[in-house]
């Protein structure tokens, strides 16, 4: 199986602040990278699929890129709804398999 | 409209089988391409992939789960069911169904509302 090791595991970050999550797969997956948010009790939402497209309706302060076995996740001017946990997940092969995640709290 | 909608008990007991239905709209399971996943996730842990049937009736499983899992799809009443056996407490988790574009482009775009699963005795 190939894994998926997301950091930070956890991060503090301000309203407005521009932050990053990094994805590293095991083995080479191309771009089959995807990125979800996750709020309490909530399923999870898909935002980047293919590294870098962006899920409609998604919006464009979330952006996603890499390709082979490193990959990041970047939200530009941190909104309060952005509070969250985020996944990352490679669509690559199967068995699927996804990050640990990675907790956004407000600072 | 795609909706998804887990539904089973919210409580078995070691060793009980369970078994998880996925009803579906707004998409049918029958257009090539399309698949419906199951994805499992622990009280405050990761999710975890566990299964997936397209709609040519092709399955796949988990690696460490194979052995206790079934999937399998009822294109005429919109649902895909999951069948788990001998539970076991670590089985506890919230279970979701998600759809999906079989090529992995477009992983899980819609996901249910997931649906707790306790295993007590």
């Known amino acids: 199986d190939i894994q998926m090791t997301q950091s930070p595991s956890s991060l503090s970050a301000s309203m407005g602040d521009r932050v990053t999550i990094t994805c590293r797969a095991s083995q080479t997956i191309s771009t089959y990278l995807n990125w979800y948010q996750q709020k309490p009790g909530k399923a999870p939402k898909l935002l980047i699929y293919?590294?870098?497209n962006l899920q409609s309706g998604v919006p464009s302060r979330f952006s996603g890129s890499g390709s082979g076995t490193d990959f990041t996740l970047t939200i530009s001017g941190l909104q309060p709804e952005d509070f969250a946990t985020y996944y990352c997940?490679?669509?690559?092969?199967?068995?699927?398999?996804f990050g640990q995640g990675t907790k956004l709290e407000i600072k | 409209q795609v909706t998804l909608r887990e539904s089973g008990p919210a409580l078995v007991k070691p060793t009980q089988t369970l078994t998880l239905t996925c009803t579906f709209s707004g998409f049918s399971l029958s257009t090539s391409g399309m698949c419906v996943n199951w994805i499992r996730q622990p009280p405050g842990k990761a999710l975890e992939w566990l299964a997936r049937?397209?709609?040519?009736?092709?399955?796949y499983y988990s690696t460490s789960l194979k052995t206790r899992l079934t999937i399998s799809k009822d294109t005429s009443k919109n649902q895909v069911v999951l069948t788990m056996t001998n539970m076991d407490p670590v089985d506890t988790a919230t279970y979701y169904c998600?759809?999906?574009?079989?090529?992995?482009?477009?992983?899980?775009?819609?996901w249910g509302q997931g649906t707790l699963v306790t295993v007590s005795s």
């Open positions: 998600a759809r999906a574009d079989s090529s992995g482009y477009q992983d899980f775009d819609y």
């Open positions: 997940q490679q669509s690559y092969t199967i068995p699927r398999t």
């Open positions: 293919t590294a870098s």
């Open positions: 049937i397209d709609w040519d009736d092709d399955k």
